[in-house]
């Protein structure tokens, strides 16, 4: 099973490229593909993703396959080819 992640402004440059493709025997889900990401990054991009629980933080956006997916559905099972976009929100004044 072969799941595309893109990273988006700031990610990006924690990640070191624009998009990635990670590899999986079994189903995953959208919190096992964080995971992986974190851990193939390690600090440069897991600071920015998660908090110091563990969890995703909240400015950050996630989507699969262009539909938004709220914090809550981290838990979401991955098909073949799905597609997931990490986007930092960005403010300012």
């Keep these: 099973m072969k799941i595309k992640v893109k990273y988006f402004n700031m ?7 624009k998009e990635e493709y990670y590899t999986f025997s079994s189903i ?3 919190q096992a593909l964080l995971e ?3 851990s193939k990054h390690q600090e440069k991009l897991k600071d920015k993703l998660l908090d110091t629980e ?6 950050i956006l996630i989507f699969l396959n ?7 559905e981290l838990n979401q099972n991955l098909s073949d080819n ?3 976009y990490l986007f ?3 403010s300012g004044g």
């Design 11 to 17: 990610l990006r440059e924690f990640a070191g490229i």
């Design 28 to 30: 995953p889900t959208i």
């Design 36 to 38: 992986e990401t974190c």
């Design 54 to 59: 563990g969890k995703m933080k909240p400015a």
């Design 66 to 72: 262009s539909q938004i997916v709220n914090h809550n």
């Design 82 to 84: 799905d597609e997931i």
């Design 88 to 90: 930092p929100v960005i």
